[in-house]
């Protein structure tokens, strides 16, 4: 594909973010809601907020304290889209973090990444997200990816740190483990994250 007809897609791309970000994040719950996943909390309840990371409602309401982990995903999308596709509008830029996002909620949330989290990670009784939380998750993402649009790289870079060390002291897990333990489990990070 020439050089100009990928700037042309992108632009139009860019002109319909709005719509094709709602289409991916309406596909994404459809198809979560298709794997089984429950809409909201098996509990009945929906709540803004849910703190208790060792408990049933973890990852099944809006908020939780993995939350701050899809911030970081829009920080770091931003950042790869600036540093790599550069010559798009941001806001094809966006569409192109949020396929990325929804593809992981979705990958998140099938039976081989439930089973990789339980077996190798701090999150025991992991069940997967609600469709709640998954698109809330998305949501998350697009705010990170908007908060690093808005201020200067450094202070990103501060905000995606502060993220990581707020949740590694409050709930001794954050992105980063979360991806070591995925791909190369640590035994002593283990046994320091159960407490």
């Known amino acids: 594909m020439s050089e100009g007809r990928a700037s042309s897609i992108a632009g139009a791309v860019a002109a319909k973010s709005q719509l094709l970000i709602s289409v991916i994040v309406v596909v994404a719950a459809l198809v979560l809601l298709t794997m089984g996943r429950s809409a909201i909390c098996p509990c009945g309840h929906v709540r803004l907020w849910w703190g208790v990371v060792q408990s049933p409602e973890n990852s099944q309401q809006l908020f939780d304290w993995y939350s701050l982990t899809h911030l970081v995903h829009g920080l770091l999308f931003y950042a790869a889209g600036w540093m790599w596709l550069r010559r798009y509008p941001w806001q094809a830029r966006l569409v192109v973090a949020t396929i990325c996002e929804a593809a992981w909620e979705i990958a998140e949330n099938s039976p081989l990444i439930i089973d990789r989290y339980r077996a190798v990670t701090m999150a025991y009784g992991y069940s997967g997200d609600s469709v709640l939380n998954s698109v809330s998750d998305i949501l998350c993402m697009i705010a990170g990816f908007w908060i690093a649009r808005r201020v200067p790289g450094w202070l990103s870079i501060v905000i995606l740190v502060s993220c990581e060390l707020l949740a590694l002291a409050v709930i001794r897990d954050n992105l980063t483990l979360n991806i070591v ?10 046994v320091w994250q159960a407490g």
């Open 181 to 190: 333990m995925l791909i190369h489990p640590v035994g002593a990070v283990r």
